[in-house]
């Protein structure tokens, strides 16, 4: 592994290798950290692997079994793989697998049928547990956790046993946080032996959309769209001024509909892009920047969003679609990626860099040729305005995606590519098991012990009542439970014990079916984007870490580069809070159009302010001024917008009349930045 590193230390010229990536996906992205075991286990787990899809498949088109026999057999294959592949130390050995995880194993795949054989007592028995079905229970929750500790990180497993503790020794907290407490044996009833546990509604949202869109992204990746994607943004943005890093966030936010995890979109597609950025002139923390923030908004971008995405679809309820959040998405996802797109245009025009030159493009008659290869995305898309249910368009989607890797002649696609496709699937899905799994003690504690209420009353009283105030305290409390915990536990936690401090402010003394779709969908939304870019936020940003292995750059230095251009992820969710127009629901055209203008020139003017350049270098007066305007336009009220216009027409119009005095553009640095 050393070596590994050492050799990616002193070249960040080239594009990476395979190998050079597992390398720095297995240093960044604990659910890429598995054994690559050989001889008949090998063998074994393929096969287990493959039945795993074959079961979610199966159940997915001739209709699923009853909840709780669905939800266990698929954290049983979860499991049981998990302690198979996963080590239980990082550095553990990745070629042989210890005795104690075959027993770990065994009692995974034990334990997760104790429903099936003994669903019709369990279901009878009113909600008392005898001896046996304790200690199988007890296993369950064990084993939960340290699956969750070893696929997904240390983080949510801890925060995990805290609620526990929390729930057990519920008489012993403060006054604000104090409950009558509950028994082991009701814990562990809760856990296992009911839907508000382990077995919730986050594994349930893991056994049926989140496997079928995982499955889908593998079998895009087989029919070679994945580097399609690179084409496509080369061809597009690559002679543009600052083309290599207009690629990476046009790629990125392509390869996120590929792929849920932000260190992953980093390496594979930072590999190709970082070295690009360099070469041209950038520097290597604003290179790997660059990628970590495009990377990282993968999630965000709609049709195919992170998996926090789908469990949102449940929480919100109130008969949402999937479809209701992708379209609520698309303008927050558009001022994200603008506000990325602008900051570098103004950087590579401050350091007078230019585009690709023509025998750095590729074919873009070619390229072009090859469009047919987004006939997948663009079918679920359809499928999904027309009202098909989603996991439907997911398996739609797949078999697209089978015609369309027989048809791309650029790839081999036949039956050992589509059973690579189901292995890589149900591979890929373990992490999210684990983190749903986990995900669900958490949920089970907060609906038992009502911390939820306790937690957001806490934090308005904390506010003083300011809607800003408690704003700002969720998304530190959202920032920090992000930090290297996975997306999706991030959400659970976030939208069971903050989310409800916004809607408590934002429609207060409203029964819970009475509060209207926007403000739960803000609420919602707000901790979502912070739980998401915690990727990119110092001093845990494991996507600018991941960037900086590539670019040789200071890892923080990265991050705070990445947290910069990413600046519009910290005003996004406050935009969405105040101004729900942006989410499309009830709302007219022009109101639209207003808000996304006003916006849009926003995001212009806070970029030329934070890098310090427009249409020439501009001094520490002008970034201030043009910083308050574009804030004053961003906030959503008439009078902001048109003082922010105005003030911003003003400065457009002097920068105009200067832009040929002063300062210029720096000479263009044509030699990669060491």
Known sequence: MKNKENQLATDHTETLT????????????????????????????????????????????????????????????????????????????????????????????????YW??????????????????????????????EA??????????????LFLLYAFFGRQMPDFLSHRGQSLESIVNLMYYSTDGILGTPISVSATYIFAFLL??????????????????????????????????????????????SVANVVTSGSYTIPMMKKLGYKKEFAGGVEAAASTGGQLMPPIMGAAAFLMVEFIGRGI?????????????????????IMTHFEAKRLGLEGLKDEDMPNRKEVFKKIYLLTPIVLIIVLMVSGVPVIHAALYGILSCIVVGIINRDVKFGIKEFIDALVDGARTALGVVAATACAGII??????????????????????GSILLTLVFVMIASLVLGMGSPTTANYVITSTIAAPAIVTLLAPDVSQALIPITVLLSAHF???????????????????????????GDPIKTGVNSAKLAIAAFIIPYMVVFSPELLMIDVTIMQVVWVLLTAVLGM???????????????????????????????????????????????????????????????????????
Do not use: C
């Open 18 to 113: 395979e190998e050079q990536q597992q390398a720095l996906l297995e240093k960044y992205d604990a659910e890429s950290n598995v054994r690559r075991i050989t001889g008949i286990m090998k063998w074994v787990i393929f096969i287990g692997l493959l039945s795993f899809s074959l079961f979610q498949l199966y159940t997915a088109i001739f209709g699923q079994f009853t909840a709780v026999i669905q939800r266990s057999i698929h954290l049983g294959f979860g499991l049981t793989f998990i302690f198979l592949l996963f080590p239980a130390r990082k550095k553990g050995s990745k070629t042989k697998i210890a005795f104690y995880d075959y027993i770990l194993a065994i009692l995974a795949t034990i334990t997760s049928l």
């Open 116 to 145: 099936t054989f003994n669903y019709e007592r369990l279901m009878t028995s009113l909600g008392t547990i005898n001896q046996t079905d304790f200690i199988i229970g007890l296993i369950v929750i064990v084993l939960v956790i």
């Open 148 to 161: 969750a500790r070893r696929a997904v990180g240390l983080p949510i497993a801890i925060i995990a046993v």
């Open 216 to 261: 889908f992204g593998a079998f895009l990746v087989k029919t070679g769209v994945g580097q399609y994607f690179n084409d496509l943004a080369v061809s597009v943005a690559g002679k543009l001024t600052g083309g290599p890093a207009k690629v990476a966030i046009f790629s990125s936010a392509l390869q996120g509909t590929i792929s849920g995890s």
């Open 321 to 341: 679609t999937y479809w209701d959040i992708a379209k609520a998405a698309i303008i927050p996802a558009i001022l994200y990626f603008t506000g990325i797109w």
């Open 443 to 464: 949920v089970g504690v907060v609906v038992k012990t009502g911390l939820g209420l306790s937690l957001a009353n806490t934090l308005v009283d904390l506010a003083g």
């Open 526 to 552: 707000f901790v979502f984007y912070f739980g998401i870019i915690a990727d990119i936020t110092p001093p845990v940003a494991l996507a600018a870490f991941a960037a900086s292995g590539i670019s040789g």
């Open 604 to 674: 212009i003017a806070i970029g030329a302010g934070v890098i310090g350049f427009w249409y020439r270098k501009i001094n520490w007066v002008e970034r201030i001024i043009l910083l308050a305007a574009g804030l004053a336009m961003i906030y959503p009220e008439r009078i902001s917008d048109v003082s922010g216009l105005v003030v911003f027409g003003l400065l457009f119009v002097f920068q105009l009349m200067t832009k040929n005095k002063g300062n210029k553009p720096n000479t263009p640095n044509v030699t990669p930045a060491n």
